[in-house]
């Protein structure tokens, strides 16, 4: 069974830095674009970046310069530090894969989700 593990949420204040990562477990052989959203409460989820299998980036506008995103292909891994970090990025974020292929069963996945991780930033 294929899943996306997040860790490093938490509870910061205004200017502040948080690391979040996301690790696939499963026998995974090729992952394609790897990415973050984020879901503040009574809004729609929405794109933070992505980061290609090439590592190719693509960010937010509200985020860019203050975000990086990142990824280790051999650990099946992809992380965004966040810094500089506003009241406005208080959300639940959620690490996502859009397409990926496991060996054993020989199979693809497409869209998988992990379960998200809270992000508070206090002013």
């Known amino acids: 069974q294929v899943q996306l593990v997040e860790s490093g949420g938490g509870l910061v204040q205004a200017g502040g830095s948080l690391r979040l990562s996301c690790a696939v477990s499963?026998?995974?052989?090729?992952?394609?674009?790897m990415g973050w959203f984020r879901q503040a409460p009574g809004k729609q989820r929405e794109l933070v970046g992505t980061?290609?299998?090439?590592?190719?980036?693509n960010y937010a506008d509200s985020v860019k310069g203050r975000f990086t995103i990142s990824r280790d292909n051999a650990k099946s891994t992809v992380s965004l530090q966040m810094n500089s970090l506003e009241p406005e990025d208080t959300a639940v974020y959620y690490c996502?894969?859009?397409?990926?292929?496991?060996?054993?069963?020989?199979?693809?996945?497409?869209?998988?989700w992990g379960q998200g991780t809270q992000v508070t930033v206090s002013s």
């Open positions: 499963g026998n995974i052989v090729s992952i394609a674009t």
């Open positions: 996502n894969v859009d397409r990926m292929k496991s060996a054993a069963p020989l199979r693809w996945y497409y869209n998988v």
């Open positions: 980061i290609t299998s090439g590592g190719n980036t």
